[in-house]
């Protein structure tokens, strides 16, 4: 048995080492949050956050890890808490309810990556503009992250409303 950090948890499995963390999270783990696209770091549908750092989760083998803790989707509200100084959490992260308030997803499946490509993002740079936004979606990762439905515009606007809303919670 080995241990990892997963959205604050210790969490045992017992993959070998060069297993896909994304097998780990969704076969062992029970954690959908993170989705299988196209297995080749080519979609962004399975990304997670490694520290502060996205990473593709289908082609990051446990061993790369290095102790760092991993969050999904799932663990974003405990993300937020945690950097405002709460033990547990107890609202959504702002970019899932910027993403609500935007009616961004439609039929979803990429949007789990898409949201955790804007948490580090407005992470490093809270005011983003248009083109820092896209530049996150396309150029800063192995390959754009791509949503098949063409929800582009509703994800640029999701992720100025969870700026906003992330600095109203600053300042809260
Ligand atoms: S499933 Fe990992 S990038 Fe597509
Ligand atoms: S919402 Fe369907 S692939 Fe992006």
Not at 64 to 90: E, F, I, M, N, Y
Not at 124 to 145: C, F, V, W, Y
Request: hydrophobic share 35%.
């Amino acid at each position: 048995m080995s241990t990892i950090v997963v959205n604050g948890q210790q969490r045992k499995f017992k993959a070998s080492p060069d297993t896909p963390l994304l097998y780990v999270l969704r076969n062992e783990l029970g954690i959908m949050g993170v989705k299988f696209g196209c297995g080749l770091a080519q979609c962004g549908a399975c990304s997670v956050l490694l520290g502060d750092e996205e990473v593709r989760a289908c082609v990051t083998p446990i061993s790369a890890l290095d102790g760092k803790p991993v969050t999904t989707v799932d663990g974003l509200p405990q993300r937020w808490a945690s950097q405002k100084g709460k033990l547990s959490a107890d609202t959504l992260h702002p970019v899932q309810q910027a993403w609500i308030d935007e009616q961004v997803p439609q039929c979803g499946i990429c949007q789990f990556g898409m949201m955790i490509k804007v948490t580090e993002l407005l992470e490093a740079n809270p005011k983003p503009t248009d083109q820092d936004i896209r530049e996150a979606l396309t150029t800063s990762g192995p390959s754009p992250h791509l949503c098949r439905c063409g929800s582009y515009a509703a994800i640029l606007e999701g992720a100025h409303r969870a700026a906003k809303l992330m600095m109203q919670g600053d300042s809260a």
